[in-house]
């Protein structure tokens, strides 16, 4: 175990010190800055922040209800936005104040973003061992391959969670520094299939923060796997990235097949089953369990060729 440690630790600092991980983490919070620049623009902070918020919400129904006359195009946007107004006075809630916890909670998007720096780190933390001609150094330690590539891969995750807790946390105090904190727990009136309802803005974030984490876990296996089959961390990154943006596509694509619930993008969402927007035959469970598969698939393929792969020649 302490050898373990020792490896991970050692991946860690190689991580933390290069200056492309340092990037990463800056080009982050740039985002993060310039999206609340933005919002404080766009977000109606103190707009219903009144005594008398029910009059203002319909002088604004009254308004939208004369542009809806006058702007065809913009007609379902305002019939929305009436609906859910009126949602707010017939519930008798007033409206909360824009704050740090909705930034956060808009922010999920940004995981994206972690996705794709966690591939770029995962797959080339195999690759570069054979670019740069470290791996013999490595492998001839007296210690397993199965440690060193476990820690290896364990060090990506790492950098994932730490990576998803940065976002968290930089973009909580970035919007407290420019919307402030209505609370501890606030709630918002959101639009779900199943109408307008009012929601804890806390429990929003663990849930899209959490479904969003499965993407970022398989998408960063699968890089690992190619870095470790192929040792080109160039191919590694484009083909995740690719398939991390295409594949939607490919699932719509190869939907008329029955075969297609088992394409490893038409489970990977699993809100789709909070939102009751999945497709017709498929469960919760077997989500789960086609994920499941493709993961132990993606790691004993990693396995394999780190392990039985001769380095006598590199």
Do not use: C
């Amino acid at each position: 175990m302490a050898n373990f440690m020792n490896l991970l630790m050692n991946e860690q600092i190689k991580l933390y010190i290069r200056k492309s991980t340092w990037v990463m983490y800056i080009l982050t919070a740039v985002i993060i800055i310039g999206l609340a620049a933005i919002a404080s623009f766009a977000a109606p902070n103190e707009k219903y922040q009144v005594d008398d918020w029910q009059q203002v919400l319909k002088d604004e129904n009254a308004d939208m209800k004369e542009k809806a006359q006058n702007e065809d195009m913009m007609q379902n946007f305002y019939k929305g936005q009436i609906e859910k107004n009126n949602f707010y006075l017939e519930n008798d809630i007033q409206p909360a104040a824009y704050d740090a916890w909705q930034f956060v909670m808009e922010n999920e998007l940004l995981l994206s973003l972690v996705s794709l720096f966690t591939i770029i780190i995962a797959a080339g933390i195999i690759a570069d061992e054979f670019r740069w001609g470290t791996i013999k150094l490595l492998l001839i330690r007296p210690i397993s391959r199965t440690k060193i590539l476990a820690s290896k891969y364990v060090s990506v995750l790492l950098f994932a969670l730490f990576t998803l807790i940065f976002v968290l946390v930089f973009s909580w105090i970035i919007g407290a520094l420019f919307f402030g904190i209505n609370g501890m727990d606030p709630h918002i009136v959101m639009d779900t299939s199943e109408g307008y309802v009012h929601v804890s803005v806390m429990e929003k974030i663990v849930e899209g923060y959490g479904y969003q984490l499965v993407t970022l876990l398989m998408m960063a296996t699968f890089a690992f796997m190619i870095s470790a089959i192929f040792r080109q961390s160039a191919l590694a990154i484009g083909l995740a990235i690719v398939l991390m943006f295409t594949g939607n596509a490919i699932v719509t694509f190869f939907a008329k097949y029955d075969w297609s619930k088992f394409i490893l993008f038409a489970n990977t969402n699993l809100q789709q089953y909070a939102n009751n927007t999945a497709a017709e035959g498929m469960t919760l469970g077997f989500s789960i369990a086609v994920l499941a598969v493709y993961y132990v698939i993606f790691l004993v393929l990693s396995w394999v060729f780190f392990a039985k792969r001769d380095v006598a020649g590199t």
